[in-house]
């Protein structure tokens, strides 16, 4: 009998969801919360969770199309996930990482180092991918401390892209509209322009936008100056910031200008890891780069507990360790680094992910996902629509035939979610965009239950505009 759950099932019983609605408004401030509707919103309660479904508190079930938060790779309700958290709660819930070590996160750190590409062996366990995020942004400059290089700090980061809620992470983020109240360490920061093929102007070739990118990158390393310029940090296929899947050759070519610059480069993995291009980690197999290092997070426990991890290449380590690094302490880490339940989650899930074939069945059903997110194309306020792997973007514009389509409706983001819910489908808005990645399992039956709402969804918003 487990009381916290059943009496939860039954207040929501007997009470009813606007109940819950109400207590919601009233003290949970939510991430991202619009302060101007802060107590009067009216959010889908889930309670419950199978396969690629989520079960609301009134009863529906809805297909979740952003798999969370870009996540939950495996779907819900997996009693082995279940069996194996409860086993590790009851062997041991906790240790110290500070002085102690575990078995189960020596063998996840191990799993890991295995996965990833070339020389990336040491893995920073984190909560999540902001604190990922951060420790890498952290770590690089202690690196560059350890070399006696103090100036080489500066960060280049890109236009849109997300790489969390820290401190530092927020501030290598790059969403305007985020950043309009907040505090960020603009000093250390820079950006250039998202590589977005969408955004190029028409007469240009996609290979002459993707050049122009590049040497952006290496205008701005030049401006700031190669000695002030620790690295540059970019997630294969930028998520939150629209599913920016960068021209061919992008990244291969941006590898190439940090390494002549002696600049290293931060793969942020937080999404695309675990499976959601196909591949435990886009980096090399799909974008053919090995970068310094690789920050992951979500998909590596399929969003069933917290954790996250920084992993580090052989290269940087040897540079940072040796006899003269004696007492030189990385001062960097969490009570919850390397939690043993959260390890014993992601060992489980990989377990699962490797026998039921995930990342084979992701690479097999990708074509059939995007050609489904292709035929949207023809509805009139759909501007663009792109994806890679089991992730996917609907942009919709006012003006689609615009030369300079950015004229945008805040809210279409929104209404066509709240369309698509109504009939059993969660798309996350983004602003005027909507964007998809849902669990790795999905069926072709699925994807076709999912785009059939989708489509009614984006007409009954464009209705609505009439
Ligand atoms: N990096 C990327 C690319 C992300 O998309 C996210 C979250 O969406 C993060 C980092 C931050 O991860 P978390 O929310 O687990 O802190």
Redesign the pocket.
Known sequence: MNTIIDSCFDKINEQGTQVFRKKDNQFYLHPWEDLGSFGGNDRTVAVGGEGIYLFDSEGNKLIDGPGG??CTQIGYGREEMADAIAGQVMRSPYYSPFNLTSDISVLLAEKLARLTPGDLNTVFFTT??????DSALRLVAFYNNCKGRPNKKRIISRKDA????TYL?ASASGKTRDKNYQDFATDIISFIDSPNPFRKPRAMSVEEFRDLKVKELEDKILELGPDNVAAFIA?PVM??GGVVVPPVGYHRMCLDVCRKYDVLYIS?E??TGFGRLGHWFASEEVFDIIPDII?C??GLTSGYLPL?ACIVSDKLMAEMGGEQAKGVIFSNGYTYSGHPVACAAALKNIEIMERENILEHVREIEPYFLSKVKELEDIPIVGNVRGQGLMACVECLLNPEEESPLELDYEMGSRIDSQCQAMGLIVRPVINMNVMSPPLIITREQIDEMFKILRRGIEKAMDELI
């Not at 999540?128 to 995020?133: I, L, N, Y």
Request: charged share 15%.
């Open positions: 938060m870009w999540g991918g902001s604190t990922a995020v997300y790489h969390g809620s992470s997630e998520a939150s942020d937080v999404v920050t997070a979500k996250g």
